[in-house]
């Protein structure tokens, strides 16, 4: 079946330092890949998505590329600010059937001044 | 903006109380989805609609229900609420043939 595993977390960085948070799935087929965000708080938001192989979604700084070879979508940010501190969760759709995601557990980001 | 309301962030009830929680979409979608999310545990769908009166199951519909009687307003209840169902509840609603889920705030719900 289709599954999405992330990096477990908490993840703590000091400001202006380097983020990967690894992203890997299974799925049949050529599914749709997204990363969500949840600030403190909130509800999830859409941060990024890649619809096809190759693809690179990007926003706010944060970058990811969908990677079928091998199977990835790993989400990384150059230099992050206390302001990204929030849940991150990846997520893909297959194709058909997007009305239904298929979520991993989420990695939570603590950036520090 | 879309806009995704649900109609309380705190709540506390009882083992045993039938449990209303409401969430309203304001920009005609189609979709609508109950999660609960849980330390550890990610996001877990409840149930989904894709229409008005239409329901799907998701992955723990157990010991819920909804109803969806109009386009815009989803409802989630718990029937006999119990202490394993203390959770952060999110609603989320989805244009039919896009990608984006727009979630609520969410409901944190307390059962004693």
């Known amino acids: 079946g289709n599954s999405v595993t992330q990096m477990e977390g908490p993840v703590t960085l000091s400001e202006e330092a380097f983020l990967t948070i690894n992203c890997t799935y299974t799925a049949t087929g050529y599914p749709s890949l997204f990363w969500y965000v949840q600030y403190p708080g909130e509800g999830l938001q859409l941060l990024l998505k890649?619809?096809?192989a190759d693809d690179k979604g990007s926003n706010k700084g944060f970058e990811a590329t969908y990677r079928k070879e091998t199977t990835s979508f790993h989400l990384e940010k150059g230099s992050v600010q206390v302001s990204d501190s929030a849940v991150y969760f990846c997520a893909l759709t297959n194709a058909g059937n997007n009305r239904k995601l298929i979520w991993g557990l989420g990695t939570s980001l603590a950036v520090n001044p | 903006d879309v806009k995704v309301t649900q109609s309380s962030r705190y709540l506390v009830k009882r083992t045993g109380e039938k449990v209303f929680l409401e969430c309203v979409q304001d920009?005609?979608?189609?979709?609508m989805f109950w999660y609960r999310q849980d330390p550890g545990l990610g996001l877990r769908l409840i149930y989904f609609?894709?229409?008005?009166?239409?329901?799907e199951k998701g992955d723990i519909p157990e010991g819920y229900s909804v109803s969806r009687e109009k386009k815009e307003r989803f409802s989630l209840i718990l029937e006999s609420a119990s202490t394993n169902q203390t959770s952060m509840y999110l609603c989320?609603?989805?244009?039919?043939?896009?990608?984006?889920?727009?979630f609520g705030p969410g409901t944190r719900l307390t059962v004693t």
């Open positions: 920009m005609d979608h189609e979709n």
């Open positions: 609609s894709y229409d008005v009166k239409m329901k």
């Open positions: 890649a619809t096809k």
């Open positions: 989320a609603s989805l244009r039919q043939g896009t990608y984006e889920q727009y």
